[in-house]
């Protein structure tokens, strides 16, 4: 089975300042993928990013960024030049590659909760 | 286009009734998956439907239960409800089989069990 532990509960940084949300997985798998999704006050998930773990290269979506470190199992997210509108509890998850029982299942951390402050 | 929209926002339930919980998925998507949130922790996934077949469980009982209709909207049933199955129920919709293709989520419906 594979777990997702997020070992922050909570992150506070200054406005236009960067933080890094740590994440790191277990799994025996070796074809899967993780993701960072975004869940602010209103409730609905937001996907930040997605990654590929037979991609080398590091996904970044604008001032997002991952840090991907497949021997080490572990999948960082990297906020660049926060704004207020970033608070929002931060979720990594892992989903193996598509075989008939895992069709869709993302497992989730528990979650980091990121406050950016003025 | 219209988003993943959810039904109702809020639910107060005792112990042992039967709920129902539903779920419009974005126009066009054939997927809809169902999780449970608790209070404090990270979505747990219940299960998957596909072309309205559950292709897909998690480590949820029987009572937990769904459906997914030709328009590929969703209903999530528990019945016998438990204290514990006070939580937030997100559904999520996609097309075809992810994570090929992204997954939206909801706004969730907030159950509460008394």
């Known amino acids: 089975a594979q777990t997702v532990t997020q070992s922050q509960p909570e992150m506070s940084v200054q406005e236009a300042e960067t933080v890094t949300l740590s994440c790191t997985y277990d799994?025996?798998?070796?074809?899967?993928?993780l993701f960072w999704y975004k869940q602010p006050p209103s409730r609905q998930m937001i996907l930040v990013i997605r990654?590929?773990?037979?991609?080398?290269q590091n996904a970044t979506e604008n001032r997002f960024s991952v840090n991907f470190q497949k021997a080490a199992k572990s999948f960082s997210l990297k906020i660049s030049d926060s704004q207020l509108g970033d608070t929002a509890m931060y979720f990594c998850?892992?989903?193996?590659?598509?075989?008939?029982?895992?069709?869709?299942?993302?497992?989730f951390g528990s979650g980091t909760q990121v406050v950016v402050t003025p | 286009e219209t988003g993943v929209t959810q039904s109702p926002t809020h639910l107060i339930k005792t112990r042992g009734q039967q709920v129902t919980l539903r779920c419009s998925s974005q126009s066009g998507h054939n997927t809809v998956s169902w999780y449970q949130q608790a209070l404090g922790q990270g979505p747990q996934f219940i299960f998957q439907y596909y072309r309205e077949e559950e292709n897909g469980r998690g480590n949820f009982p029987p009572r937990f239960s769904g459906l997914q209709f030709p328009n590929y909207s969703s209903e999530l049933n528990v019945n016998a409800l438990e204290l514990d199955d006070s939580a937030l129920y997100l559904c999520?919709?996609?097309?075809?089989?992810?994570?090929?293709?992204?997954?939206?989520f909801g706004p969730g419906t907030r159950l509460t069990v008394l």
């Open positions: 990654q590929e773990a037979y991609k080398q």
């Open positions: 799994t025996s798998e070796n074809n899967y993928y």
């Open positions: 999520a919709s996609s097309f075809g089989q992810v994570p090929y293709n992204e997954q939206f």
């Open positions: 998850a892992f989903m193996k590659h598509m075989t008939t029982d895992s069709w869709g299942k993302l497992q």
